[in-house]
């Protein structure tokens, strides 16, 4: 999210160059480390804006989150990642967020896999989550993105992948606990259902990208001359 030209004048060197190559549609891996970078400050960004909106409001954003079974509040599910209880609610969410979302948008799967956990982890707290409760925080979508970035190279059967799934369980392994039932204050099912979602986008996306990589043609390069 770049196109360049040799100069006018300029003599390519024999066999095709030595400057750095960029595929096609691809970028330059330092514009999307910084673009990357940059969406995730936004998010943040975002989800401060509006707990600082709700804190000066008497917290009165926070009812409209996850009722579950409450037909006529059918859009908590829309608006419930973006309200938290407090800013050390939010801020013990936005620090993994920065970094599984900086991954994702490293990995050009950020839009899919949010939506796929979105929808999981919100429908399955209005169809399982406990009556007479509200559900509000991002943790369904971060355990989302944390599965699809475990589970992603396994499906791609990509080592670097796999690595990165590594060390990812070690640095973030045990919040998976939180899809235990019993702890709480904590939605069990927004992270249980979330995770699920992560793992669905994890296998959709790495069947799509086998499929691409299945009718791609193989480049050929001449040798030099």
């Known amino acids: ?90 801020t013990s969410n936005a620090v993994p967020a920065a970094v599984l979302g900086f991954l994702l948008l490293l990995a050009r799967r950020f839009v899919v896999t949010t939506l796929v956990v979105w929808a999981f982890s919100g429908i399955g707290v209005f169809l399982f989550g406990p009556g007479n409760s509200v559900t509000i925080g991002a943790s369904g979508i971060i355990f989302g993105w944390l599965a699809f970035l475990l589970v992603r190279g396994l499906f791609n059967r990509s080592p670097a992948q796999i690595g990165i799934g590594v060390l990812l369980l070690l640095v973030y392994g045990s919040v998976l606990w939180g899809v235990i039932p019993g702890q709480p204050q904590i939605s069990w099912q927004a992270h249980l259902f979330g995770a699920i979602g992560g793992v669905v986008a994890a296998w959709a996306l790495a069947g799509r990208d086998r499929r691409r990589r299945a009718t791609t043609p193989t480049p050929v390069v001449e040798p030099r001359r």
Not at 12 to 40: C, D, F, Q
Not at 74 to 81: A, D, H, K, N
Request: glycine share 14%; net charge negative.
């Open 1 to 90: 999210m770049v196109s360049t030209g040799a100069p006018q004048g300029a003599v390519p060197p024999l066999g095709g160059g030595a400057g750095p190559r960029v595929g096609p549609g691809r970028e330059p891996r330092r514009v999307l480390w910084i673009r990357s970078a940059v969406v995730i400050a936004l998010v943040i960004g975002v989800l401060y804006l509006v707990e600082a909106f709700d804190a000066a409001s008497s917290n009165r954003l926070d009812d409209d989150g996850i009722h579950p079974r409450d037909a006529d509040r059918w859009w908590g599910v829309l608006t419930s990642p973006f309200l938290h209880a407090g800013f050390d609610h939010l």
